[in-house]
């Protein structure tokens, strides 16, 4: 089965910046919608951002719109999440999800929705304030 994983997680204090990674073989490759998600200890997942790497669709939440950006590099089978402004309360286990075709539009926000089949093992952020 694939493999994704996701890399980048870490600490820092409030305003700080982090860049978070997923890689997978043949993640950019084709029709694939990439989602990332988190979930805090005691909340429920949370869709923050969604990728159709055919495309130019993105999709966002709107907790981290103006501050998050999704973005892709094909050549390394890679998604990414730059996370700019962060505040403590984006402080969550982030996940990267694959599912192989298109992305619902917001839907793909939406685990349940979007039906993502391929899940990665999760990083940590922690914001300081």
């Known amino acids: 089965p694939l493999k994704v994983v996701e890399s980048g997680g870490g600490s820092v204090?409030?305003?700080g910046s982090l860049r978070l990674s997923c890689a997978a073989?043949?993640?950019t490759a084709g029709t694939n919608c990439v989602g990332w998600f988190r979930q805090a200890p005691g909340k429920e997942r949370?869709?923050?951002?969604?990728?159709y790497t055919a495309g130019?669709?993105?999709?966002?939440?709107d907790?981290?719109?103006g501050r998050?950006?999704?973005?892709q590099d094909s050549a390394k089978d890679t998604v990414y999440l730059q996370m700019n402004s962060l505040k403590p309360e984006d402080t969550a286990t982030y996940y990267c999800a694959l599912d192989e075709g298109a992305c619902w539009g917001s839907g793909s926000l939406e685990a349940a929705k979007q039906g993502y089949s391929y899940w990665g093992q999760?990083?940590?952020v922690t914001v300081s304030s």
């Open 13 to 15: 204090p409030a305003g």
């Open 25 to 27: 073989s043949g993640l």
């Open 46 to 51: 949370e869709g923050v951002a969604s990728i």
């Open 56 to 61: 130019t669709s993105k999709y966002y939440a």
């Open 63 to 65: 907790s981290v719109k």
């Open 68 to 71: 998050f950006t999704i973005s």
């Open 122 to 124: 999760g990083t940590q």
